[in-house]
């Protein structure tokens, strides 16, 4: 899930934050990618007729399907992938959980009516909603990626922690997910859409953590407490704060110390917060994952060669892939991760931090965009106005 409204917040307050960009922008990087998440998003994605892809005997391939070409797709365009996999859930997270699995039981008898009664848009829907990466869906995914030679790691907690810790670390160029909450785990870069298919035809977004905090105009710890009061996998939502409220709310009272003290002294009781809610659990975790340092002996990562007699006994004896599609697409690793990587310029040069003034600057500019949107906003509903007491027919 995330952090609910993360991103429209971050591209209301901090737009200079968000780079939109092609996929061959990052020729010459090396990427950690959040394998569950992007497990979740091939079984999804990859159908045919509304249906997950299944082998001849009714086993599903569409999460070996999308690893096995959008890994060569990235691949192809100069970046080195190394995939990172969930472990085991913090405890703090059993509780969201026991929802998603409660929805997807819901999504199962909503699927089984749709079925008999249902239209075939119903049933996708519904389909699509009782999607659930097994243990079995990991397990096969991990020996296609060893046999295709691209490296992963399975982390001790949660994926996005620990592709935060490579990029922090600069063993990697930034962490690619399509959760936000990789930003509250400090990495430093994040990278959406990176294994999206190309006839989605999205932008990759690159998102730069030092600009948010910048553009939101608060330190990480304030930013950690304002993705938990937006709503995290770890605790439920606190009812009726949304996400201009709860940013309003850190600003002004500048912690969620501050928050609750504020909600629990309020005279007109507009907020309840749930009974079991704790936010220092949830920080602490945000704060201080359960990780594997980055100079851990599992995270010294090699790319290979790819077995190219390995794969097609895999994907195609053992799963009813086409031979010569496989056999293409293993050529097209094989040349693609032997190859030298041409150097980045950036590789040559270090990073300079920006001045006080430069900050201040960057600033200033992000506040001067929002009040010419706000002023335009403003105009644009005066004329909206205006043209309804206008008479029909008339000038």
């Known amino acids: 899930m995330g952090i609910k409204q993360l991103f429209p917040l971050i591209r209301d307050h901090a737009p200079d934050a968000i780079k939109n960009g092609e996929i061959k922008n990052h020729f010459g990087r090396k990427v ?19 249906e997950m892809l299944t082998s001849e005997t ?12 959008r890994t060569i797709r990235i691949c192809e365009n100069g970046i080195k992938p190394v995939y990172v996999f969930d472990g085991a859930p913090p405890k703090l ?35 699509r909603r009782t999607v659930r990466v097994t243990r079995e869906h990991n397990e096969e995914c991990r020996r296609l990626l060893t046999l295709m030679g691209v490296p992963y790691i399975i982390a001790p907690t949660e994926a996005e922690a620990q592709c935060a810790v490579l990029a922090k670390a600069g063993k990697v160029y930034a962490a690619a997910s399509e959760d936000m909450d990789t930003l509250t785990f400090d990495s430093p870069i994040l990278l959406r859409h990176l294994t999206f298919s190309e006839q989605r035809k ?20 304030q930013f950690i407490d304002l993705c938990i009061l937006l709503g995290c996998d ?18 002004e009272h500048g912690s969620l110390e501050g928050v609750v003290e504020f909600i629990q002294n309020d005279p007109k009781k507009r907020y309840t917060i749930p009974d079991d809610w704790p936010y220092e659990d949830a920080r602490e975790l945000f704060l201080n994952p359960d990780v594997r340092s980055a100079d851990h002996e599992e995270c010294d990562f090699t790319w290979k060669a790819p077995d190219i007699p390995g794969l097609v006994q895999f994907l195609v004896q053992e799963k009813g892939f086409s031979e010569d599609r496989v056999r293409s697409g293993a050529e097209k690793l094989n040349k693609n991760l032997k190859s030298a990587q041409q150097a980045r310029l950036e ?13 201040n600057n960057l600033k200033r500019k992000a506040d001067e965009k929002k009040e010419a949107a706000k002023k335009k906003q403003k105009v644009d509903a005066k004329k909206k106005k205006e043209q309804k007491h206008v008479p ?3 000038a």
């Open 234 to 251: 770890y605790l439920d939502q606190i009812p009726k704060i949304g996400p201009s409220t709860a940013y309003n709310l850190i600003k």
């Open 93 to 127: 997270k059993s509780g969201e959980l026991a929802k998603r699995f409660q929805r997807k039981a819901e999504a199962q008898e909503g699927l089984s009516e749709a079925k008999e009664t249902g239209t075939a848009e119903d049933m996708e829907k519904f389909s």
């Open 347 to 359: 590789g040559f040069f270090k990073a300079v931090p920006k001045t006080e003034e430069e900050k």
């Open 58 to 69: 009714g086993e599903t391939t569409s999460h070996l399907m999308g690893m096995f070409y």
């Open 392 to 394: 029909r027919g008339g």
């Open 32 to 50: 950690a990618i959040d394998a569950s998440m992007t497990l979740y998003s091939f079984l999804v994605a990859v159908r045919s007729n509304g």
């Open 202 to 221: 999205e932008p990759i977004q690159e998102i730069f953590l030092d600009r948010v905090l910048e553009g939101l105009a608060m330190d990480r710890n």
